[in-house]
């Protein structure tokens, strides 16, 4: 709904062979952990193991496996998540940085079986620092 605020410009960090980049709710309304289905990370054309992606919010950092029953922990729309992953990049580098995102939107159902889900993507060009 909102993807071209996906990305936190300016937040790209590296730390030995991981990356790490701030992400924001592209959605209006806070949503519970188990509503964030899915994640990609990739940077400049390489992109993330899945097994490899952390996600970080409220101050825990969780596998996507971890989130998908998890609702005690909510990502609120003018928080910044993290999302990291294995990939070797150069520091003070621009880099370019594309990040998906699968949602669950709970309250919106849209059959007998299903809620709305979105998916959206963002890609910003931005120097990394060093951890």
Not at 105 to 115: L, R
Request: glycine share 6%; charged share 25%.
């Amino acid at each position: 709904m909102i993807p071209d605020r996906i990305i936190e410009q300016g937040t790209l960090r590296t730390d030995g062979p991981r990356a790490a980049v701030e992400v924001r709710l592209p959605w209006y309304r806070a949503l519970p952990g188990s509503c964030i289905a899915g994640a990609e990370l990739t940077i400049d054309g390489k992109t993330a193991p899945a097994e490899s992606l952390r996600w970080e919010m409220n101050g825990a950092e969780f596998t996507f496996d971890e989130l998908r029953t998890n609702i005690d922990e909510w990502w609120f729309p003018t928080d910044s998540a993290v999302l990291s992953g294995d990939l070797d990049i150069e520091a003070d580098a621009e880099h370019e940085v594309t990040v998906g995102l699968t949602l669950y939107i709970p309250y919106i159902i849209i059959s007998d079986t299903e809620t709305l889900h979105i998916d959206e993507k963002n890609t910003k060009t931005m120097k990394a620092v060093a951890a």
